[in-house]
């Protein structure tokens, strides 16, 4: 594990990496588990076998290589979970397509952005999704090579492809090595326009089969995926976790549904859940959450932004998941670089995100020096191995300020790492405040607030001041039915709990946060949003060096 006086570690395994493409993968898993369930669409109340998903993934794949996609082309999916968005992932990758995900949420502009920016060749689309209209921002774009799911075009690229000799297939196959790209997601920016991370088989895949192995997935299991399909926690660490060990996949709703979510896991006996903390946290306290039986569960994983231990110790207890794992990563890391395992305590899958995952290496770093620290002490967390993206797709320079000459990627964590290797987030670099020179952590607050009876979720940002130059302001959902905290009950709370610059000023009551798709909290539009709330403009126009 390295030197125990400094922040670094590498990750063991008797488990060797897979040398081989997504689609070998699959055949193989299909060879082994054919009569397996391996994919369930709960709305559409439509089911595959293995043996029944690849041949379904090869008609796919096929049609797509009889209207030209050449190995190389950018094939994008522009839709919310549902079953073709899988098949679309598998086939793009038997062709050697690099398949271009699109955020559902996207509007116009950004659709025309991503569109240019990655050279799309063929998008594959639903028509719509709940208040947008896919069709109509497509038209206004003006981009046509379009497969609307549901639609003719996408029947006919099945068909065309149920007639092809499958012969063209194995000739694409063996032209295709692990290491090529297979997928640009976009990662959202906080600002200016999302950088497409460009990942490969081998990144992906392998991510996907460590994640599973640190859940104890066997071919027994079944994968609930309330998550999207187009970010890494659905299609990665969802499906081809899924696939490499012989699990099945569910998909209980085309967008999250708390409800859809908890009948699908009683339904189908699913034995893993996934999700953001906001998604627990809205199941936790569905009204009808005591009436679903949800004692198949045993494991699942808690990601996408800090887990608050509160509600990870309630998802342990009272959904039955007492294996649950926190994993921490991101996109240009494929995205899981530390996840907790089966045999940690309770504390430990509570209050860290676990430890480095096999084959790949963790050091915290001093931000201005990029000297590794010694444990315990705060820095920049980062990250390499064969999870590594390969770069922004067609920007060189973005991809040089993300990773170093010696391959590390810096991710803007703040982090801490115990003497046994356990790693702690602390915040993000760019999340720190700075309060009359002293650093908070917005974390620390947010999870001793967690600890209140009447609070269900709580986010801690900083809004400018003109004396101490930044103050706490806490934005906090009440639990269903709890009486509205004051700003001055919350402060009592934290007295003497917390040092006095650490307990929030402003406290602002809402119904939910503003998040991106995925469910990670959008801080910077909460700021934003203080200031005119507050009336901090004369604040905020402050000079600071």
Not at 141 to 166: K, M, N, Q, S, Y
Request: hydrophobic share 40%; charged share 25%.
């Amino acid at each position: 594990m390295g030197d125990s006086l400094i922040s670094y570690a590498s990750g063991v395994s008797a488990a060797a990496m897979l040398g081989e493409t997504i689609g070998e993968n699959l055949e193989r898993a299909a060879a082994r588990h054919a009569d397996r369930e391996a994919l369930v669409d709960v709305p559409t109340g439509r089911r595959w076998t293995y043996a029944k998903l690849d041949a379904a993934v090869n008609e796919v794949a096929l049609g797509l290589l009889a209207t030209g996609i050449a190995k190389g082309d950018r094939v994008g999916i522009w839709a919310p979970n549902c079953a073709e968005w899988v098949l679309t992932q598998y086939a793009t990758a038997k062709i050697g397509a690099i398949l271009v995900n699109v955020n559902p949420a996207y509007r116009s502009h950004e659709l025309d952005y991503v569109v240019r920016q990655s050279g799309m060749r063929l998008l594959i689309s639903a028509v719509r999704h709940r208040t947008s209209d896919y069709r109509a921002m497509l038209t206004e774009i003006g981009f046509e090579r379009t497969v609307f799911i549901g639609e003719p075009g996408w029947d006919e690229l099945v068909e065309t492809g149920r007639r092809a000799d499958p012969a063209a297939l194995r000739e694409r196959a063996a032209t295709l090595a692990f290491d090529d790209p297979i997928n640009i997601q976009y990662t959202s920016g906080t600002t200016g326009f999302p950088k497409g991370a460009t990942l490969s088989h081998h990144n992906i895949l392998n991510n996907g089969y460590f994640v599973a192995e640190g859940l104890d997935y066997t071919e027994a299991d079944r994968v609930c995926l309330p998550v999207p399909l187009y970010h890494c926690f659905g299609m990665v660490m969802g499906d081809l976790a899924a696939t490499s060990h012989g699990a099945c996949v569910v998909l209980p709703a085309p967008g999250f549904d708390p409800e859809a979510t908890l009948r699908a896991v009683e339904s189908e006996r699913c034995t893993s859940l996934y999700g953001v903390p906001t998604m627990f946290i809205a199941e936790l306290g569905h009204p009808r959450f005591g009436e679903f039986d949800l004692s198949s569960l045993r494991t699942g994983i808690m990601a996408g932004s800090p887990c608050p231990v509160e509600v990870m110790k309630r998802v342990a207890g009272e959904m039955h998941m007492s294996e649950v794992a926190i994993c921490y990563g991101m996109t240009e890391t494929s995205p899981v670089s530390t996840m907790t395992r089966r045999d940690d305590g309770l504390a430990r899958r509570t209050e860290t995100v676990g430890r480095v995952m096999p084959h790949l290496e963790v050091k915290i770093v001093d931000p201005d020096t990029g000297l590794v620290l010694r444990r315990g002490e705060p820095g920049e967390l980062c990250t390499r191995g064969y999870s590594v993206m390969l770069g922004y797709w067609n920007e060189p320079d973005k991809t040089a300020e993300a990773i170093d000459a010696a391959r590390w990627m810096h991710t803007g964590d703040l982090a801490t790492m115990d003497t046994e290797g356990y790693v702690n987030i602390v915040g993000r670099i760019k999340d720190m405040v700075i309060r009359g020179g002293e650093n908070i952590y917005p974390r620390e607050v947010e999870e001793y607030l967690y600890s209140h009876p009447y609070i269900a979720d709580v986010q801690v940002i900083g809004v400018p001041d003109s004396t101490y130059g930044e103050e706490l302001m806490a934005w906090i959902v009440m639990r269903p039915g709890a009486e509205p905290l004051a700003a001055d009950q919350v402060r009592q709370f934290c007295t003497g709990r917390l040092a006095h610059y650490k307990i929030p000023r402003y406290v602002h009551l809402v119904d939910q946060f503003p998040m991106t798709v995925t469910g990670k909290i959008r801080k910077v539009e909460m700021r934003e949003r203080a200031v005119d709330l507050l009336g901090l403009h004369d604040a905020e126009d402050i000079a600071s060096a």
